[in-house]
């Protein structure tokens, strides 16, 4: 069974930074592995944040580029979200997820970390 936990989140001003956390401790992460971020504020549809791919290949959600950084510790097993220069319309529930098709139909979940922006 393979658990995510994030950890992270908090309350900022606009233009604030925090750095989300995403510790998986039972995935294998193989030369071939994907992990990504999603969020889903009030509301709205869950989506899509950034992923990032074996040999640290990165992509990203076009609202967050430039602001949103997506990194990996293998050796730690930890996903990274550092997010800069935060947005009230950041403000959601962040989720990490894995698997082979991680951004568009992971196999495995984390519980969420809460992103509150204030402006």
């Known amino acids: 069974q393979v658990r995510l936990a994030e950890s992270g989140g908090g309350s900022v001003q606009t233009g604030g930074l925090l750095r989300l956390s995403c510790e998986a401790p039972?995935?294998?992460?193989?030369?071939?592995?994907?992990m990504a971020w999603f969020r889903q504020a009030p509301g709205k549809e869950r989506e899509w944040v950034a992923t990032?791919?074996?040999?640290?290949?990165?992509t990203y959600l076009d609202d967050v580029k430039g602001r949103f950084t997506i990194s990996q510790d293998k050796a730690k097993k930890t996903l990274y979200l550092q997010m800069d220069n935060l947005k009230p319309e950041d403000t959601a529930m962040y989720s990490c997820?894995?698997?082979?098709?991680?951004?568009?139909?992971?196999?495995?979940w984390g519980r969420g970390t809460q992103v509150t922006v204030s402006s």
């Open positions: 990032i791919y074996s040999y640290d290949i990165t």
């Open positions: 997820a894995a698997g082979p098709l991680c951004a568009t139909k992971p196999l495995y």
């Open positions: 039972g995935y294998t992460f193989r030369s071939i592995n994907c």
